[in-house]
């Protein structure tokens, strides 16, 4: 009778311990968040084929081992049955449901060991309902008849997300150490920020395994602001101390007055992040950048960037110490680049082309993600390029730095030209709206929040041809300004100028000034950039609905940057360039976050100068009066001494204009060295 107990004793314990593993009464992992970025197109846009409906999503799950640690680690891999509504993701993809995904299927030949309390993250860009917002999703994962998860996905659209998450970085800096993080709540209620944490790799060698970090402490809210009202923004700067080049999930918790705390989630690559102005394509046949009098140029345009790799005769010289441009390109073999030394000195990983294009064949963005997959092992981050608003929701999240390339002037461009009913009903087709570069910079941005964006701008080109009868191939001045500048005020964080050649500074003399302004104008204002997050946007008209001003901002814990965009241009019929009038009165109204409650100073400021505004302040927004046309930008801060600093910092800047002695769009003898220098070759 005893032994009778004892077995049943015995079997009753071993059940207990088990029973949740055998009969998937405790599944063995946990959806401990998601994340869902809602897929959108823009109105402004016309296409000759209509775009289908933006109704998809890019969905990240956050997936926890939830075994206890004395649980063998689970083991992911091709074997591994995950299923979304009874799919696998080749079978998802093959049926245009999803674009692209990043699930332990993406890899034949891998395996991922899973520890015990360790956190991985899939994502996938659902292209179509139920992939998209308002969509409920079956996912299993697992062996049929006790699947390690069993989960009712719902892709719900956020009410608070992060929208901006940066780590600034000095130049010579190979970690971060801080890091600003901006949220959106656009719910009904204000939320309360209550902690925040990282999850990181523990080997950076294997960038799926994440394992929790402690809870960052002292967190520092903007102004000391770590509520965000209701249909509001906010957010904090947080000492990390030295992180690793790597991916990171960052998981913050809100309080909210109902009592249950809301956790929002993002992943994405550490990276230090550094306002670049890159050249494009300098070196190659006609492009001498082992010269010095070439560098010189682009050095009194503020690039420090450019379309290149190591580059025997200029990369092993004195002239690379010199005049140093930061490498991007393919950037392999990864055992040159991936190094101590190299990395202040690297920009990006961009390989690819306009894969949306590929040559005429469009690359799928699972392959796009192939490609790319190889860096995740390494410090290098990636970028794309996105050519076209159409259908670049399907290469959503795919890099760690996405940016656009698309043109308004005098340049092949995806969108029809012809279709633009913007001037009174008249049609041309060398030109588009030049505002809609920033509403294709604001839909790049919201597709891949909270990464940070960047754009190749239209600046001065040797290689375009004749449009719709224009005869001038290049965009004039004040087309690159407005161009560059609505892009900027979507809060970009690198230009890529498209393409300062030796052959383009020599035919285009007349644009040199007006890029060197936007250079200077860019080193003034990098830091709010990269610190701050767009916030307002608003496109103004006037009687007879005839497009006014566009104003936007870019709001971050020192100051708003306030942009004013003018939309009063027309095409002249004989030129066939874009004009702009003089300047005329006009009035504005920026909306400020909560946390810049307490502005002090409002100034204007571009390349020559620091100026007063006529400005005042009510509860919510910082009014301006202004005589203006073209482009304005203003600064709203708290710290009334930050006026005085950033004309400091403009003198700082024309001094070393000064010195460097070299000055092709003023001085007649400089332009003629470029010129004698291109006859040379």
């Not at 992060?162 to 939320?191: C, E, R, W, Y």
């Not at 991916?247 to 309080?255: F, H, K, P, S």
């Not at 005769?313 to 392999?332: C, H, M, Q």
């Amino acid at each position: 009778m005893k032994t009778n107990i004892l077995f049943y004793l015995i079997i009753f314990v071993t059940g207990l311990f088990l029973s949740p593993v055998l009969h998937g009464e405790t599944p063995l992992l946990a959806l401990r968040g998601i994340s869902v970025t809602p897929h959108m197109l823009v109105a402004s846009m016309h296409y000759a084929r209509a775009p289908e409906p933006a109704i998809g999503a890019l969905v990240q799950l956050f997936l926890r081992n939830d075994t206890s640690p004395r649980h063998e680690p689970l083991v992911l891999d091709k074997g591994t049955a995950i299923l979304f509504e009874n799919n696998s993701p080749a079978e998802l993809l093959q049926k245009k449901l999803w674009t692209w995904h990043d699930t332990p299927a993406a890899i034949p030949g891998e395996s991922l060991i899973f520890p015990s309390e360790t956190l991985t993250v899939w994502s996938f860009n659902g292209r179509s309902l139920p992939f998209g917002p308002g969509g409920r999703v079956r996912m299993k994962v697992g062996p049929e008849s006790t699947p390690w998860l069993s989960e009712s996905l719902h892709i719900a659209p956020p009410e608070c997300w992060l929208s901006a998450i940066t780590f600034p970085g000095a130049d010579t800096a190979i970690q971060p150490d801080s890091m600003v993080v901006h949220l959106a709540n656009t719910s009904k209620l204000p939320v309360n920020i209550l902690s925040c944490r990282l999850w990181l790799p523990p080997d950076p060698k294997s960038p799926r395994i994440l394992a929790a970090q402690a809870p960052l402490s002292s967190l520092e809210g903007f102004n000391g602001h770590l509520s965000i009202p209701a249909l509001d923004r906010g957010g904090f700067t947080v000492k990390t101390g030295p992180l690793p080049l790597t991916y990171a999930a960052v998981e913050v918790t809100l309080g909210r007055d109902t009592g249950e705390p809301l956790t929002v989630w993002a992943h994405l690559r550490v990276k230090p992040e550094r306002f670049d102005i890159s050249g494009g394509w300098v070196n190659g046949k006609g492009n001498p950048v082992a010269s010095e009098t070439f560098l010189k140029a682009l050095k009194r345009l503020y690039v420090n960037t450019a379309h290149l790799a190591i580059t025997p005769g200029y990369s092993d010289t004195e002239l690379y110490t010199r005049y140093p441009l930061k490498y991007f390109n393919r950037l392999a073999p990864f055992d040159q680049y991936d190094t101590e030394e190299m990395l202040p000195r690297i920009h990006a990983v961009e390989f690819l082309g306009e894969p949306q294009y590929g040559g005429g064949h469009p690359v799928p963005p699972q392959e796009v993600w192939e490609a790319l997959q190889p860096y995740t092992l390494t410090r290098l981050p990636t970028t794309v390029t996105h050519s076209e608003e159409r259908v670049w929701r399907d290469y959503a999240g795919l890099s760690d730095y996405p940016h656009y390339d698309a043109y308004r002037v005098t340049a092949p461009s995806p969108d029809a030209w012809h279709k633009y009913e913007r001037w009174d009903g008249q049609r041309i087709g060398w030109g588009a709206p030049l505002e809609t570069i920033g509403d294709m910079c604001r839909s790049l941005r919201e597709l891949n929040r909270p990464k940070p964006c960047a754009i190749w701008s239209q600046g001065p080109h040797e290689g375009w041809g004749r449009y719709g009868g224009r005869k001038r191939t290049s965009p004039t001045p004040d087309e690159i300004r407005l161009q560059a500048y609505h892009a900027i005020s979507t809060r970009i964080t690198s230009l890529y100028w498209f393409n300062l050649s030796l052959k383009t500074l020599v035919e285009w003399r007349d644009t040199l000034e007006e890029v060197g302004r936007i250079g200077r104008e860019l080193r003034l204002l990098d830091a709010f950039l990269l610190e701050g997050d767009a916030y307002g946007f608003e496109r103004l008209v006037r009687e007879g609905n005839r497009p006014d001003w566009d104003i936007a901002s870019v709001c971050g814990p020192r100051a708003a940057v306030l942009f004013a965009l003018d939309l009063d241009y027309t095409p002249d019929p004989e030129e066939r360039v874009f004009k702009f009038e003089p300047p005329r009165p006009a009035q504005w109204r920026f909306p400020l976050p909560a946390y810049l409650g307490n502005v002090a100073d409002v100034f204007r400021l571009d390349a020559d100068g620091v100026y007063d505004a006529a400005w005042s302040r009510d509860d919510a927004a910082v009014e301006i009066q202004e005589q203006a046309s073209r482009v304005v930008v203003y600064i709203a801060a708290p710290d009334a001494a930050l006026r005085g600093q950033l004309e400091q910092e403009r003198r700082q800047l024309i001094a070393a204009e000064t010195a460097l002695q070299f000055d092709p769009a003023r001085n007649d003898a400089d332009f003629r060295a470029l010129e004698e220098l291109l006859a040379s070759l």
